[in-house]
């Protein structure tokens, strides 16, 4: 079993950045991919960003492109997500979730860090 462990929110002011942090531990093995998502008060859980972790491949929301980057850290087993930019709008608990196969939907979840963006 995978665990995955958010960390890095926090209150920030608009314009400012934010660096969140999900690292998986548990039983080790190869998955397709990695994934944040975040969900508002209110709305339902919505795709952030993703990465392809053979290839390095990623893909954004249009909401956040140009201004949020994926990455991730092999030997760490850990991914990021480096937010630049910020406005009020990206107010949410974030979560990162594992990509299994490229046949599976994203799971296991973690728990969620609260990103507070502040005008």
């Known amino acids: 079993q995978v665990q995955l462990e958010e960390s890095g929110g926090g209150l920030v002011q608009a314009g400012g950045s934010l660096r969140l942090s999900c690292a998986a531990s548990?039983?080790?093995?190869?998955?397709?991919?990695m994934g944040w998502f975040r969900q508002a008060p209110g709305k339902e859980r919505e795709f952030v960003a993703s990465i392809i972790s053979s290839m390095d491949i990623t893909r954004y929301a249009d909401s956040v492109k140009g201004r949020f980057t994926i990455s991730r850290d092999r030997a760490k087993n850990t991914m990021y997500l480096q937010m630049n930019n910020v406005k009020p709008e990206d107010t949410a608990v974030y979560y990162c979730?594992?990509?299994?196969?490229?046949?599976?939907?994203?799971?296991?979840w973690g728990q969620g860090t609260q990103v507070t963006v502040s005008s």
């Open positions: 548990g039983r080790t093995f190869t998955f397709y991919g």
């Open positions: 979730a594992l990509k299994p196969s490229v046949a599976a939907t994203f799971g296991p």
